[in-house]
């Protein structure tokens, strides 16, 4: 059934008559044959076997000629088209050009056209129908079309040099039976005779190497290639799977290799790459291609590998073409090959995403496995896209930095901590990536509070002081570690100044602000950012309906009125904080009653009859007793859940916010909530026990 694999061209049984009657000499006598079945010539039949009636039109029909066939598959850039189609014109010892137009829009018909200006070497095919660019399957076509036994293969902004044939020898001694008696022979006597044999007798081919680029121009040379067309087919071409960009040039070099080939480097004296509009896009984008890249290889695993009979040759359908000159052909698919995405399964697809984001995390800005471990897809992509858009600015050889921030304890200590680390990156050019673990102090997810866009780390598996991870993991000794939760010991100290180094990822554990350079966090620059954060819609919602009932012409209260025994459940204060700090917290929180604060508003009230307040307390119970003392009065949040338990820390978000937008502020001397809603607010709140109810103090 071997023919029959081949008959994917429908062509219309008229047509055919059309062709048998094109006067020699034409270089591409249409007999529509499978020509790479052809016995060589001299055994050829005077007469052909009968044309099918379906059969294919891209193929020539008569022995495969010795001579260089061009082959190009562009999508649009009709300019630079119009450059190197010129070029390939004056390279030496061709004799055929074919151009793939793939659905460029408009046509390159008129550019092929004019360029080629009557040369006869040159036909175009113009492929309708497509909507997007796939490599394989144009060259694929495009070389199947051929008519030469050599192959020079460009993309459509490649210029060739005049002496490209003669400088790249495709010779070989493949068929040489002394030869390859020798080489095969593994008994020789002589090793190195043999090797230099199988040398001698092995076919190569020529393909550009990134690795050899000498610039950035050269770096997109990787896809040329000068290969024999027989040695193209037999290994199916190019992998039709391949359906986005990326691999397809290596994963055919590769399969050539394991074929037997011999890959030589061209020489990159006789091709360049012509810079236009696309290429610089391109160049900065290279580092988001390279996962792409990474992606198709991992996902090619999963496969087997492509062969000549694994090529799923699908159907064309012949629409249009130039009988007598036989230049030009339009074709439309009639079916296509599926691709990667479709024969991996889903699950595959999805690791294999996240492998190819860990390897350019990894490999390009080595941030270490442990850490991404537990970062989702979209996160990781995420932190290199901005990473890649970071090197818009930076040298090559200084890869972008980042800040990661262990946000610790209650939401105002993680606030303050966050707002001091996202201005220290802003100051030092780092990435933020945010840790944000749901603990006994706060059940809620960063997401759950903001809606910005930014990478947060939901579980952190590597654990403090990180002692022995560089040893499988060089990517930790990047780092310079900051932990001001001085509890958690081993070289924990709170309040550490920090030095930027900007060749190091900084890790930063802590409930408090960065100790480091004013220029580089200050409360000022720090509650900027925090301010420019995003609360969820549910958050704004909520703060909308205050604002609506005057917020900004209350007074916000806020009532820390728990003693830390009555305080957060699983949370042991004395192993968390230390003993003088409790004890110290303690003393305040005992200070900051709600009944110290009645006497407060009595006094306000005195002196302004109308006020109204907001209250925000981390005891509900309390406002009841203040709705009573004070009808009509005040304001809150009603919630009936713990703030510290998953969404219902939503309200705890409410309430600073609010606090933050009331005229004037009463707090709680050491609370940190008190201090995020001064933060957000940008006032100075006055504070139970040290800026009102002194006496009172005394006597507790
Ligand atoms: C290329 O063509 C020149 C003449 O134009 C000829 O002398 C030379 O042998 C040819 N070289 C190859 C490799 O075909
Ligand atoms: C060629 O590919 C087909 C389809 O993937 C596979 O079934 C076949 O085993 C392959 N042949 C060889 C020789 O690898
Ligand atoms: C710092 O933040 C400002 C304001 O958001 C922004 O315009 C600037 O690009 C940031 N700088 C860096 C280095 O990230
Ligand atoms: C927080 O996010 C993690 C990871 O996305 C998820 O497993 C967890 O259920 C979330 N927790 C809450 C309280 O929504
Ligand atoms: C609490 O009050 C003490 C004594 O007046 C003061 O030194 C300290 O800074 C205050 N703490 C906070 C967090 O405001």
Request: hydrophobic share 40%; net charge negative; charged share 25%.
């Amino acid at each position: 059934m071997r023919k029959a694999s081949y008959l994917h061209i429908l062509l219309l049984p008229a047509l055919l008559l059309l062709f048998l009657e094109i006067p020699g000499p034409v270089l591409y006598p249409k007999r529509l044959y499978p020509a790479d079945t052809l016995p060589p010539a001299s055994h050829l039949p005077t007469d052909y076997p009968p044309l099918a009636p379906l059969t294919r039109v891209i193929a020539p029909d008569h022995p495969i000629l010795p001579g260089v066939s061009i082959v190009a598959c562009c999508m649009n850039r009709h300019e630079t088209l119009r450059t190197v189609l010129a070029r390939w014109r004056a390279v030496a010892n061709v004799s055929e050009i074919i151009v793939v137009d793939w659905s460029s829009n408009p046509p390159l018909r008129d550019v092929v056209e004019h360029v080629a200006d009557g040369d006869p070497r040159v036909r175009l095919i113009r492929v309708d129908g497509e909507d997007q660019w796939i490599l394989s399957r144009a060259y694929n076509l495009a070389v199947r079309a051929t008519s030469f036994d050599k192959i020079l293969r460009t993309d459509c902004d490649y210029s060739i040099g005049n002496q490209f044939v003669q400088v790249h020898d495709l010779t070989d001694h493949r068929d040489d039976p002394i030869l390859r008696q020798s080489a095969l022979n593994p008994h020789h006597p002589d090793a190195a005779l043999t090797a230099a044999a199988r040398k001698l007798a092995s076919p190569k081919f020529y393909a550009g190497n990134y690795q050899h680029a000498r610039n950035e121009n050269e770096i997109h040379l990787n896809g040329a290639v000068y290969i024999k067309r027989a040695d193209f087919l037999r290994i199916g071409g190019y992998d039709e799977r391949i359906q986005t960009y990326g691999w397809d040039d290596e994963d055919l070099y590769g399969r050539l290799v394991e074929a037997g080939l011999q890959k030589q480097d061209i020489n990159y004296d006789h091709v360049s790459h012509v810079p236009h509009g696309d290429t610089s896009r391109a160049q900065k984008d290279v580092k988001f291609v390279q996962v792409e890249i990474d992606l198709n290889s991992l996902l090619l695993k999963h496969l087997p590998k492509w062969n000549s009979s694994a090529v799923d040759f699908h159907e064309w359908q012949l629409s249009d073409y130039a009988p007598h000159t036989d230049s030009y052909a339009v074709l439309t698919a009639v079916t296509k090959p599926r691709s990667l995405k479709d024969l991996v399964a889903p699950a595959n697809i999805k690791s294999a995403w996240n492998m190819a984001l860990g390897q350019r995390l990894a490999n390009d800005y080595q941030v270490p496995w442990d850490i991404m471990e537990t970062m989702d897809v979209a996160s990781k992509r995420s932190l290199l896209v901005r990473l890649n858009q970071r090197m818009e600015h930076r040298a090559p050889s200084q890869p972008a930095r980042i800040l990661f921030a262990h946000c610790m304890h209650g939401l105002g200590n993680r606030l303050r901590a966050l707002g001091s680390a996202m201005s220290f990156a802003n100051q030092t050019d780092r990435e933020l990536v945010i840790i944000w673990e749901t603990d006994a102090h706060i059940a809620a997810n960063f997401t759950d509070l903001f809606s910005d866009n930014l990478v947060v780390v939901t579980h952190f598996k590597p654990t403090w002081p990180f002692l022995g991870y560089d040893k499988w993991d060089k990517a930790w000794l990047n780092f310079e570690f900051f932990n001001y939760m001085e509890m958690e010991g081993q070289g924990a100290i709170k309040g550490q100044q920090i030095v930027d180094k900007p060749d190091k990822h900084f890790y930063f554990k802590s409930a408090y602000v960065m100790e480091a350079d004013a220029q580089l966090t200050n409360w000022d620059k720090d509650n900027d950012m925090l301010k420019s954060l995003t609360p969820v819609s549910e958050v704004t919602e909520m703060i909308k309906q205050h604002e609506n009932k005057g917020l900004e012409r209350m007074v916000g209260i806020h009532i820390r009125d728990r003693t830390l025994d009555r305080d957060i459940k699983n949370v042991n204060f004395g192993t968390e904080y230390g003993d003088a700090a409790s004890k110290e917290m303690e003393y305040w929180r005992r200070k900051s009653s709600y009944k110290t604060f009645m006497v407060e508003m009595h006094e306000m009230l005195k002196r302004d009859p109308s006020l109204r307040f907001y209250v925000a307390t981390d005891t509900m119970d309390v406002i009841p007793k203040l709705e009573t003392e004070f009808p009509g009065k005040i304001v809150s949040t009603s919630r009936n859940c713990d703030d510290r338990d998953g969404h219902c820390v939503r309200f705890a978000l409410v309430d600073i916010i609010c606090l933050s937008r009331t005229k004037e502020l009463i707090g709680s001397n050491w609370s940190s909530f008190t201090e995020a809603a001064s933060r957000m607010g940008g006032k100075k709140p006055r504070l139970a026990g040290q800026d009102f109810a002194v006496d009172a103090s005394r006597s507790v």
